[in-house]
């Protein structure tokens, strides 16, 4: 019984408790250990929670923003807005759930730490003798209806900046992923494979990149809406909420939003009705990066959809049928984005032999490899396309590798090379609204220069971790948010319930915090 008294309660049951419920949710495993004296009891677990949930609450309300309290003060921040679904196939639409989901990204440094804020401290409070969580602020909750202001096309900005791409750093790029494809035949060459031989190409380039000095991204979900985000109030109240959040985090930052497609072309719209408020120097809109490679993979697919693409990868035994179809559709995308990577060796070294026999069989002058494609292209139509083909996956890896590296010049030399692609392979809506990013990025130096010096550096992407190589788009880092929330410890079962849902929402990141620093202090 004594184990019981909050006063007398020690560090590692509470430990033990709050972070088996985290990863569990389950009551009779809380119960089980609780029984044998080495966790608190399921109840306190959920009074710590209500009692953690109700002072973030209490913190928002005081501070007029909503802010996770793991997010630090004068860093820049970024933020990425989704549609979360969760159960959709349920036959009653019981247990299912449509909403909206807000993420918001830092990144500190050696040079900026940024500022930790208080934390939290239930210690002086009374157990909470029920388990509801306060409500939240009603600027957050509450989704005004809106009105468009005029019928019709909004109209667009004019933007004097000129739409242009940097040859010369496409030119050494281009020329880098092709330094790859030559290291990969030769080793496909070898008799043997020798330890530790890079032959991947995620490694090739990483082990190339300068390892990072800045610590990893801080990432934070707010409390979800329970709104779909596809309507024009939904995101226009998106937009107000991450002004709120940034504001009181990093005041005078202009806000950056990344979106998928459809948003993105709603937040354009709104930006254009409402410039006084929500215009492009008030907001950049950045379509999210993730999305773009999942078009050009489409693209991609449109281009060797009936080609025996499909049927080679099969006869290879590198996919099952089923499989290697799914690749035309790019169903999963790291899955397809290994089957380019496959294609793109195998063309290229199919290419050198091809060019090695010419060299042997030619009496004349030779030619270098890229003036002999040129003449094989003008005079080969099969030669042209599959060359295309090589072509547009290194077009795709190299975009990807803008990601990776944080490389805002790179990433928009991309944009421009992959834009007439989507209009030639039929994609009206990447077509449209990506041309409208490309001049957006263009003009960021000119619209909001502070937001295009923190690109330059690298924070239009998001590193959760130290290594090389590895930094992900802002939509991909929001998505990996989203799958926090539907899997197991997620609110997975609690969607159907608001107040448990906002309990599991509030006090969540703190219970994270408090069960990370028990572990460091370990």
């Known amino acids: 019984h004594n184990r019981r008294v909050k006063s007398r309660e020690t560090p590692l049951p509470i430990y033990i408790g709050m972070v088996t419920h985290a990863k569990t949710r389950c009551r009779e495993l809380v119960e089980t250990l609780h029984t044998l004296g080495i966790s608190i009891s399921y109840d306190r677990v959920l009074a710590i929670s209500t009692d953690l949930g109700n002072e973030a609450c209490n913190r928002y309300h005081d501070e007029n923003a909503v802010c996770p309290l793991d997010l630090l003060l004068d860093l820049f921040t970024v933020a990425a807005v989704d ?101 990969t035949s030769s080793v496909i060459r070898q008799e043997n494979l020798v ?158 032999k091809a060019h090695d026999k010419y060299k042997d069989e030619s009496e004349s002058d030779v030619l270098c490899l890229e003036d002999w494609c040129i003449g094989l292209k003008a005079a080969i139509p099969q030669f042209q396309y599959w060359y295309t083909v090589l072509h547009l996956e290194i077009l795709l890896l190299l975009f990807i590798k803008s990601l990776r590296t944080g490389n805002f010049d790179l990433y928009i030399s991309m944009l421009h090379k992959m834009l007439p692609w989507f209009f030639a392979t039929n994609h009206p809506n990447y077509a449209r609204w990506l041309s409208v990013h490309l001049r957006d990025m263009c003009a960021l130096e000119e619209t909001v220069p502070e937001v295009a010096a923190a690109f330059k550096k690298g924070l239009f992407t998001v590193s959760k971790t130290r290594r090389s190589f590895s930094a992900i788009p802002i939509d991909q880092a929001h998505e990996q948010n989203n799958a926090v929330v539907k899997g197991e410890g997620g609110a997975v079962g609690l969607t159907e319930n608001p107040n448990a849902l906002r309990r599991w929402m509030l006090s969540g990141p703190e219970v994270a915090r408090l069960n990370n620093e028990f572990q460091y202090a370990m």
């Open 195 to 352: 330890d530790d031989q890079l032959v991947s190409w995620g490694a090739f380039h990483s082990a190339l990149t300068t390892p990072k000095t800045s610590t990893h991204a801080i990432s934070s979900l707010l409390p979800l809406l329970p709104y779909e985000a596809k309507s024009t109030a939904m995101i226009k109240h998106s937009m107000d909420v991450i002004k709120s959040s940034i504001g009181h985090l990093n005041p005078g930052q202009v806000p950056v939003i990344a979106y998928d497609q459809p948003l993105f072309a709603v937040a354009k719209e709104i930006q254009w009705r409402w410039s006084e408020d929500y215009g492009e120097k008030k907001f950049v809109v950045m379509f999210g990066g993730l999305h773009i490679e999942m078009a050009f993979l489409k693209v991609l697919g449109n281009w060797l959809e009936g080609s025996g693409w499909t049927e080679l990868i099969t006869e290879s035994n590198v996919a099952s049928s089923g499989t290697a179809e799914s690749f035309l559709k790019a169903s999963n995308v790291v899955r397809t984005r290994r089957a380019h990577q496959v294609t793109a060796c195998a063309l290229f070294a199919m290419l050198e």
């Open 83 to 183: 549609n979360i679904d969760h159960n959709p196939s349920s036959t009653t639409s019981q247990g299912s759930f449509h909403g909206t989901g807000i993420s918001l990204f830092q990144h500190s440094s050696e040079e900026i730490p940024g500022r930790t804020r208080e934390p939290l401290d239930i210690s002086s409070i009374t157990a909470a003798t029920t388990k509801s969580v306060k409500e939240l602020p009603d600027d957050y909750t509450n989704v005004l209806p809106v009105l468009d202001q005029a019928i019709g096309t909004p109209a667009v900005p004019n933007s004097t900046t000129p739409i242009t791409c940097d040859d010369t750093l496409f030119s050494s790029s281009y020329n880098e992923e092709k330094s790859w494809l030559i290291h």
